[in-house]
């Protein structure tokens, strides 16, 4: 059940420069998640957000859940090669959880 | 560390063959689940469990089965394997809290029929 927009849905952008991902709903979260996905690969875990309008860094991602727990978005500064993959949100209902279609990142070099 | 393990990265089965794909996750989780990615449909649920013995159909079950004997091993099973179910299986797990709950996911299994 697709409860989540994510977007933009391709992004390629040159190394060095700045993007941000969102991923909104009109439904409340209990925790909302973010991973990097990269080909032929199980997506890896990058954050988890549990409370309204909390903020959490890791090296160069920012990552935000909105105030209402409806919505959060990934910042990335200065962005590199290393970066290139499949991001996707996932939000957390009771014992259910819920997928974004993903933003495929390419940094280029 | 978390740990979810899929016992085979890459199979190649016939049209017609029953097929296994196991899951083991080493966290104590009472939720597990089996997802599907295919391009432009992202992840979706076809089966999970919330307890051992207990299963629940996901968004596509048609065509799967599951097994959960113990808490710790989750299995996906295709009575009858057909093209239409190639794709990335993924296998995940969560603990059985409703609050700050988070998914793990395992390296997934790339299923061909052929």
């Known amino acids: 059940t697709q409860l989540l927009e994510q977007s933009p849905q391709f992004l390629s952008i040159q190394e060095g420069e700045n993007l941000t991902v969102y991923c909104n709903s009109s439904s409340v979260f209990s925790s909302l998640q973010w991973y990097r996905q990269e080909p032929g690969e199980g997506p890896v875990l990058l954050v988890t957000v549990v409370t309204g309008g909390e903020v959490k860094k890791l090296k160069r991602l920012t990552f935000q859940f909105g105030d209402a727990r409806k919505d959060s978005s990934l910042h990335i500064t200065a962005a590199q090669p290393g970066d290139t993959g499949l991001y996707l949100c996932?939000?957390?209902?009771?014992?259910?959880?819920?997928f974004g279609t993903g933003t495929s990142l390419t940094v280029i070099p | 560390d978390v740990k979810v393990t899929q016992s085979s990265r890459y199979l190649v089965k016939r049209t017609g063959e029953k097929v296994f794909l196991e899951c083991v996750q080493d966290?104590?989780?009472?939720?597990m689940f089996w997802y599907r990615q295919d391009p432009g449909l992202g992840l979706r649920l076809i089966y999970f469990s919330y307890d051992v013995k207990m299963k629940e159909k996901g968004d596509i079950p048609e065509g799967y089965s599951v097994s959960r004997e113990k808490k710790e091993r989750f299995s996906l099973i295709l009575e009858s394997a057909s093209t239409n179910q190639t794709s990335m299986y993924l296998c995940?797990?969560?603990?059985?809290?409703?609050?700050?709950?988070?998914?793990?996911f395992g390296e997934g299994s790339w299923l061909t029929v052929v």
């Open positions: 996932a939000g957390a209902k009771g014992n259910q959880f819920y």
């Open positions: 995940a797990s969560s603990r059985g809290r409703l609050s700050g709950n988070t998914i793990y």
């Open positions: 966290m104590d989780h009472e939720n």
